[in-house]
């Protein structure tokens, strides 16, 4: 699966630790930054992975900030990102199989390692279940308009 991965500069040592991880686990991959813990705004580096889900150039993009909070917010500006924020597996997997969820955002200071590996294996795991989902996820992508 293409998988791509973006933070800001409190979750890069968890974001490079889930690169490593995912790459071994047989996935292609894609790190959108930062680099280093210099400090940086969640938005940017959120909405650059929002626009690599949009264009098609990965199938799952997981954002990682402090809380989660933040960058799930700035994910949740391009109508075609479905964001969840999570912090154990059965939240991922209903994001997944309710939801058609095609990121996940995790808080680094409140998620270990072995809890954010479980909840990405529940995401990549889980099939969207469709059938009454689909028009309410249909739902999530359009504009609000009055």
């Known amino acids: 699966m293409r998988i791509a991965l973006a933070s800001d500069h409190a979750a890069v040592a968890l ?3 889930l690169c490593a991880w995912l790459t071994d686990e047989g996935h292609d991959v894609t790190d959108l930054g930062p680099d280093s813990t210099d400090s940086v705004d969640y938005p940017d580096f959120g909405h650059r992975l929002a626009r690599h889900l949009a264009q098609g150039r990965a199938e799952r993009g ?4 402090g809380s989660g ?3 799930s917010i700035a994910m949740n ?3 075609a990102v479905r964001c969840a924020l999570v912090g154990e597996p059965l939240s991922a997997a209903l994001a997944r199989e309710h939801n058609d969820a095609n990121a996940l ?4 200071r409140l998620t270990g390692i072995d809890m ?11 099939p969207f279940a469709g059938g009454r989902h689909e028009g309410r996820v249909a739902k999530l992508g359009r504009i609000l308009q009055d």
């Open 62 to 65: 997981i954002a990682l900030c």
């Open 77 to 79: 500006r391009e109508p």
């Open 69 to 71: 909070i933040g960058i």
């Open 15 to 17: 974001k490079q630790a």
């Open 105 to 108: 955002a995790i808080g680094a």
């Open 116 to 126: 954010a590996k479980a909840c990405i294996s529940a995401f990549i795991e889980t």
